[in-house]
């Protein structure tokens, strides 16, 4: 049986062959142009794209309804978002890296051990602006990540008071540290 306009959509869901032909003869260019304008970065993946296309409306021709519109513009409809499911296939691809690729650079341990003394000297430089026992309540709770009611309680500082000396060393240093920046 030769397909025209009027069978092709019945030749599909008897699965003859002939139906699909049709529609590449008859909607491809259209269904071309929409994956192409989705996909003109990736112009390699324009075949595929169309291959899935045409797949995907042999298996879900039943769920076209000529009542609700078109079979051209379910057949768009279906162009579109395969095109968008090769865009995020393609987006997957990109952000998954075999490790097997990955070249890991190796740092040097005296760059390390440099990079750590610098910042060891900028926080004593930071923390030398406040009285010794608020610097060790510093270094208990922001180096060590100690919490701040047993850093206090091995100091001898009660809970509210632990608080109360971080908010007004904090304001100590970025009344110190801050115009630096800004100048």
């Given at each position: 049986m030769k397909a025209n306009e009027h069978n092709f959509i019945d030749l599909i869901k008897k699965r003859k062959e002939e139906g699909i032909l049709y529609v590449i003869e008859t909607y491809g260019g259209l269904l071309n142009a929409i994956v192409r304008k989705r996909l003109f970065t990736a112009p390699d993946r324009v075949e595929e794209c169309m291959n899935d296309i045409f797949l995907g409306i042999w298996k879900n021709i039943d769920s076209f309804d000529e009542s609700r519109g078109s079979f051209e513009g379910w057949a768009a409809g279906v162009a579109r978002l395969e095109a968008i499911d090769t865009l995020r296939k393609m987006k997957r691809e990109l952000q998954t890296v075999s490790i097997e690729d990955m070249e890991i650079p190796q740092e040097e341990p005296s760059f390390l051990e440099l990079t750590e003394q610098?910042?060891?000297?900028?926080?004593?430089?930071?923390?030398?602006?406040?009285?010794?026992?608020?610097?060790?309540?510093?270094?208990?709770?922001?180096?060590?990540?100690?919490?701040?009611?047993?850093?206090?309680?091995?100091?001898?500082?009660?809970?509210?008071?632990?608080?109360?000396?971080?908010?007004?060393?904090?304001?100590?240093?970025?009344s110190k540290f801050g115009e630096r920046k800004r100048a």
């Open positions: 610098e910042l060891s000297k900028e926080t004593e430089e930071i923390l030398g602006c406040l009285k010794p026992k608020d610097q060790e309540l510093f270094r208990r709770i922001f180096i060590n990540e100690e919490e701040p009611e047993e850093a206090g309680e091995a100091l001898g500082i009660s809970r509210d008071n632990v608080y109360v000396r971080i908010f007004r060393g904090k304001q100590k240093i970025r």
